[in-house]
């Protein structure tokens, strides 16, 4: 006797992403290479280690929301979770049973038999009792402690879901009935055999509470019969699958050191299953009478809270280095602004994290403020290498990601327009199958950036066109700028092309648009060259992003000083090994 679902009423337009009645385009995915050039799955990773719950964070993170009504929507939902922490902790706890829960109805393990649907239905209605009393005892606790509509509707939701007069009656339900199917351990066969003791008839002679093991061989020895649960021989055993592994099943894992294989697919226990279904026709009636008692809204709850739970553990483990975060303010996307007061690479600030304490990891993470803007809206930042370019500009683009998926930003204070789109370009290997060479497969890469790209893009470029010749490469370097400048997008471009950030006047004097090109440079802190000791290795951990004309020689002279290779330097070493004798001249 199959099981019904009233799969019309289950439907729920509950959501805690999306505010009620909203109908509108998700966003644009992110490429793999914008994933992989800002470090997100990194920030994936440090959000959320449970691999199970990781593609949760994915769904959300990877889709760029630009809807401002939808945002507010979801920052007025983490921030209730921000300074709620009894129903964030509630949440967390329930993470467990939604899970089992997604194994009770996952369709791979549905309905082979009517006995498996009668299982996993009772079982659902368990979970589902389970879950809805977490939620009702932590909405209770807050006691009406929330701004949010999202969680306010969630409650309302709640309220209503537990007077109903079935759920009521179901809350002893599932409990009695998976007793007493669970106090099924054992059935009693017996078998006919014909006049040449063959096996010709089995019939079911009861179902037992106690397994059966086999007899002792002192046992057999002696005669003894099969009592007490022991049988005199065992037939037939499940076979283990011996090999520890995790199953992955429809996005769903299922991990254990060793499992027995599917009772349904050995061809006695099939058998005796399709015997067992009748005995749990009574049950399957009574399950049948809470059809309308339907999990399927907290299937879909199941990664939303996934990702607000995660998304409080990480903004916690931030502020625990000391480091700020805020959730940004969403302007409308005609500004085309992202300004932020002290940001920094949130996936930085968790490697710091993962080494422990002892150290100052706050003072080791130095934070800057992004001016895309009015201010300037295409920058062109030069400086050291391994002085914190790259760094900067991941931090910018996981800064947007994070703004639009509804999260906190690392930072003082922020105002972020949402984009369509972010286009990343940064170095990679040479691909010889396309038989172009690097620069060409570089410019093949720039032409696809431009075929998608529009006023409300953001474009990173990251040591662009720099396996061409530096003539070459500042011509090409000013004609993307100028494009740029004339679309209206943000955009950063790092480079090692003191020259291009030297023409800034003249790109936005000679270039029509009103992105407004600016030079920043990431520049030595005061004081950290005299404390960096060469010899052993050490460096700045990081550089300010300024705004400033590009350092030219003088940040060459530094340069060179700090790794011991300027002419004094250099001269003095030679003296040292008595190459050059003391009367030599610079």
């Not at 009695?176 to 059935?187: D, F, G, H, M, P």
């Not at 975060?325 to 005609?334: D, F, K, N, T």
Request: proline share 4%; hydrophobic share 40%; charged share 20%.
């Amino acid at each position: 006797m199959g099981l019904a679902l009233d799969t019309e009423k289950s439907k729920q337009s509950l959501s805690l992403l999306w505010p009620t009645g909203w109908q509108g385009r998700s966003g644009r995915q992110l490429s793999n290479e914008a994933i992989q050039d800002l470090a997100l799955e990194a920030l994936v990773t440090g959000m959320c280690p449970y691999s199970l719950h990781q593609d949760s964070i994915r769904q959300v993170l990877y889709q760029l929301c630009q809807d401002s009504a939808v945002l507010t929507y979801r920052q007025a939902i983490l921030n209730d979770l921000l300074h709620q922490p009894v129903l964030t902790e509630a949440l967390k706890a329930m993470l467990p049973l939604l899970d089992e829960l997604m194994l009770f109805t996952h369709p791979h393990f549905a309905g082979e038999t009517s006995l498996h649907e009668v299982i996993q239905r009772a079982g659902e209605l368990q979970l589902l009792v389970d879950c809805v009393h977490h939620l009702s005892e932590a909405f209770r606790a807050v006691d009406g402690n929330l701004d949010s509509p999202g969680l306010r509707t969630l409650q309302s939701y709640i309220d209503q879901f537990i007077t109903d007069r079935d759920y009521q009656q179901v809350i002893k339900a599932p409990p009695e009935i998976l007793a007493s199917l669970r106090a099924c351990t054992s059935i009693t066969v017996g078998v006919n055999l014909d006049e040449h003791l063959r096996p010709e008839e089995a019939v079911l002679l009861s179902v037992n509470s106690e397994r059966f093991t086999e007899s002792s061989l002192l046992d057999r020895l002696l005669g003894k019969s099969a009592v007490d649960g022991k049988g005199i021989a065992s037939l037939h055993s499940l076979p283990m699958l011996t090999q520890s592994s995790d199953m992955i099943t429809g996005g769903l894992l299922i991990s254990g050191p060793s499992r027995r294989a599917e009772p349904m697919m050995v061809p006695l226990f099939r058998d005796l299953s399709r015997v067992l279904e009748k005995t749990t026709k009574p049950i399957a009636r009574e399950l049948n009478r809470y059809v309308h008692l339907n999990s399927s809204f907290l299937k879909d709850l199941r990664p939303e809270i996934i990702f607000y739970v995660q998304a409080v553990e990480l903004a916690q483990a931030v502020e625990s280095l000391g480091l700020p975060v805020c959730l940004p303010e969403i302007a409308p996307s005609a500004e085309r602004i992202c300004e932020i007061e002290g940001n920094y690479n949130v996936q930085l600030a968790l490697h710091l994290s993962s080494q422990g304490p002892g150290k100052d990891r706050a003072g080791r993470v130095v934070t800057n403020d992004v001016i895309l803007g009015s201010r300037g809206r295409i920058v062109i930042l030069t400086g050291p290498n391994q002085g914190g370019k790259t760094t900067y500009m991941q931090a910018v683009g996981q800064a947007q990601v994070m703004a639009q998926a509804g999260l906190f930003v690392a930072g003082q204070c922020a105002r972020v327009s949402p984009v369509e789109g972010i286009y990343t370009h940064y170095p990679v290997e040479e691909r010889l199958e396309l038989g172009t060479g690097r620069f060409g497969d570089e410019a093949r890469r720039i032409r696809a950036i431009f075929e998608q790209i529009t006023r409300y893009s953001l474009v990173l470029l990251n040591e662009s066109l720099s396996t061409t010749n530096m003539g070459e490469s500042l011509y090409l370097a000013q004609d993307i700028i100028r494009a740029f400048r004339q679309i209206g997008l943000r955009a950063i471009f790092t480079t090692h092309l003191h020259e291009l950030a030297a023409t800034v006047h003249d790109l936005n004097m000679n270039t029509p648009g009103d992105s407004q090109v600016v030079s920043m440079v990431a520049s030595y802190e005061q004081g950290q060259e005299e404390q960096t000791d060469v010899a052993a290795g050490d460096g700045p951990y990081s550089y300010r992003i300024v705004l400033s004309p590009p350092l030219g020689r003088s940040y060459a002279d530094r340069i060179a000083a700090r790794y011991g290779i300027s002419l004094e330097q250099l001269v003095a070493l030679l003296k040292q090994r008595k190459v050059l004798d003391g009367k030599t001249e610079l």
